[in-house]
């Protein structure tokens, strides 16, 4: 547990300790606990990779109701350019339609991708959807997307790591979360 680590050019502190982090995990756990206490067959956790991995595998860990778990993509095409049109879900299974879904993200900033993922779920037909997220910025997002569920509510508008998040893809590994400095 260092109090600084350097990814490439980049100098980053130590932001939230992973006791922390884990504290709003539980949080989390203990709200879908109560919302899905009574629900008839098991949700379809939809995990979005690669940053909300680790948050995932920790968060299914302390559901009291079973869940399916699936692992997604929200990518673009093989050759075809990266604007937004072109992304698309990729992993997911064809039939969530009648499914309660509890899709999970690492984190939301402007919160168009958390968006545009919803929409492209909601054109499977599922149940519900409810959305949880690791790390929730209430200063930075610009849509009106619903974020159900959050383990940690951001106020500073900086770039952090760690725990799933990554610059240059390097950094989810680590147990606490990092701010640059
Ligand atoms: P949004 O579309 O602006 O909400 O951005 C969401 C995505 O951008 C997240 O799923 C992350 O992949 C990435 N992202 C946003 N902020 C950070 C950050 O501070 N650190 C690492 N990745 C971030
Ligand atoms: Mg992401």
């Known amino acids: 547990m260092e109090d600084r680590v350097k990814i490439f050019d980049k100098s980053f502190r130590i932001y939230i300790r992973e006791q ?7 949080k989390c756990a203990m709200e879908l606990n109560m919302k899905y206490a009574n629900c008839s067959s098991p949700p379809l956790v939809i995990s979005l990779l690669n940053g ?16 399916k778990v699936d692992f997604i993509k ?28 509890i899709l999970v993200d690492d984190i939301i900033d402007s919160g168009y991708t958390i968006q545009r993922v919803v929409e492209l779920v909601k054109e499977q037909s599922p149940k519900s959807i409810t959305v ?27 770039f952090i790591v760690g725990y799933g998040l990554d610059y240059n893809e390097v950094g989810r590994t680590l147990s606490d979360i990092y701010i640059l400095d």
């Open 52 to 67: 909300a991995a680790f948050f995932t595998v920790d968060l299914v860990r302390r559901l009291e109701f079973m869940t």
């Open 132 to 158: 949880v997220a690791l790390i929730y910025k209430p200063t930075t997002i610009k849509t009106d997307v619903n974020i159900d569920h959050y383990a940690i509510k951001m106020l500073d508008d900086a």
């Open 74 to 101: 929200y990518s673009s095409y093989d050759g075809l350019d990266t604007t937004g049109e072109h992304k698309r879900l990729i992993g997911l299974k064809e039939s969530i339609e009648g499914q309660d879904v």
């Open 20 to 26: 922390e982090i884990q504290q709003g995990v539980l």
